[in-house]
């Protein structure tokens, strides 16, 4: 199993809507070949050195993630969350 997390800072012109937008189009990833499970919430600390958005997805080994990243339906989200954000940090590790 590897687990996927992505962490969003969202640049500060983007509104309330656009960010829910991003979550649920997020949310709708968790259908994909492979995946596990999928969590997507809404930071609730907002320190200074929080993110926005943060997404866990649990897939079944490296190769899942390899074809989740290609996706025709991830792909979009994807782009749609880097033209919305001012950072974008990843980690991904075997579980």
Not at 8 to 35: C, I, M, N, P, W
Not at 46 to 70: C, H, I, M, N, Q
């Amino acid at each position: 199993m590897l687990l996927h997390l992505v962490c969003f800072k969202y640049k500060s012109d983007v509104d309330q809507q656009t960010r829910v937008q991003h979550r649920e189009r997020l949310a709708s990833l968790r259908v994909l070949d492979g995946v596990v499970e999928l969590k997507v919430g809404e930071d609730v600390v907002r320190s200074a050195r929080s993110y926005d958005t943060g997404l866990s997805v649990t897939l079944t080994d490296r190769a899942a993630l390899d074809s989740y990243a290609k996706d025709p339906r991830h792909v979009p989200i994807a782009q749609f969350g880097v033209s919305i954000s001012e950072h974008i940090v990843a980690c991904d590790f075997e579980i």
